[in-house]
């Protein structure tokens, strides 16, 4: 009866000990890390590109799928819901955003990125248009292409989406000049 207790009391002490190394190591750092991932979701410069190639389509009339994208890319806390436009093959995107709330250059910034990103994953889109509560963006694919230099569906590889267009979007000048470029307004 004595061994017994003993191995039920060693038992208590190591599932114990294990509970506290789970829960005060472990899990703190796998959500740290989550954490982290999230707010590098944020950021066209780290967010993570592979991640939405579950939501490539050949057709924008996919209200879900066109969601999800959306909801995968940098600004989606703001998001404020779709309009399409099928005749047009125009999506638009609501933000309950004031641009005097945001930095023009990251905003600038996450639109480029936000559509290029739409235009790739999404083959016959050709416009988005971005609503935000003080004006609206419209962004075309064939301008986007040009800026580009290649056709948009190549750039569903995420070494070439980096060099063909996250490096270009690093500096405020480039930034600049692709929004000019691609934004009819």
């Given at each position: 009866?004595?061994?017994?207790?003993?191995?039920?009391?060693?038992?208590?002490?190591?599932?114990?000990?294990?509970?506290?190394?789970?829960?005060?190591?472990?899990?703190?750092?796998?959500?740290?890390?989550?954490?982290?991932?999230?707010?590098?979701?944020?950021?066209p410069l780290t967010h993570d590109?592979?991640?939405?190639?579950?939501?490539?389509?050949?057709?924008?009339?996919?209200?879900?799928?066109?969601?999800?994208l959306n909801q995968a890319l940098?600004?989606?806390?703001?998001?404020?819901?779709?309009?399409?436009?099928?005749?047009?093959?125009?999506?638009?995107?609501?933000?309950?955003?004031?641009?005097?709330?945001?930095?023009a250059e990251e905003l600038e910034?996450?639109?480029?990125?936000?559509?290029?990103?739409?235009?790739?994953?999404?083959?016959?889109?050709?416009?988005?248009?971005?609503?935000?509560?003080?004006?609206?963006?419209?962004?075309?694919?064939?301008?986007?292409?040009?800026?580009?230099?290649?056709?948009?569906?190549?750039?569903?590889?995420?070494?070439?989406?980096?060099?063909?267009?996250?490096?270009?979007?690093?500096?405020?000048?480039?930034?600049?000049?692709?929004?000019?470029?691609?934004?009819?307004?």
């Amino acid at each position: 009866m004595r061994i017994r207790n003993i191995w039920i009391i060693t038992l208590v002490v190591l599932g114990s000990i294990g509970l506290v190394i789970v829960e005060g190591f472990v899990n703190p750092k796998i959500e740290a890390k989550q954490a982290r991932y999230e707010e590098e979701q944020q950021n066209p410069l780290t967010h993570d590109f592979a991640a939405l190639a579950k939501y490539r389509s050949p057709y924008m009339g996919d209200n879900s799928n066109l969601s999800h994208l959306n909801q995968a890319l940098p600004l989606r806390e703001r998001l404020n819901g779709y309009q399409l436009y099928p005749e047009t093959f125009t999506a638009q995107v609501n933000y309950s955003l004031d641009t005097r709330e945001m930095d023009a250059e990251e905003l600038e910034r996450i639109l480029v990125y936000n559509a290029v990103a739409n235009f790739v994953m999404i083959d016959n889109l050709e416009q988005v248009v971005y609503q935000l509560e003080n004006t609206s963006y419209t962004l075309r694919r064939e301008s986007t292409q040009q800026w580009t230099g290649t056709e948009l569906k190549k750039l569903q590889n995420p070494e070439l989406w980096n060099s063909t267009v996250r490096e270009k979007l690093v500096e405020s000048a480039q930034v600049k000049e692709v929004f000019s470029q691609i934004v009819d307004n």
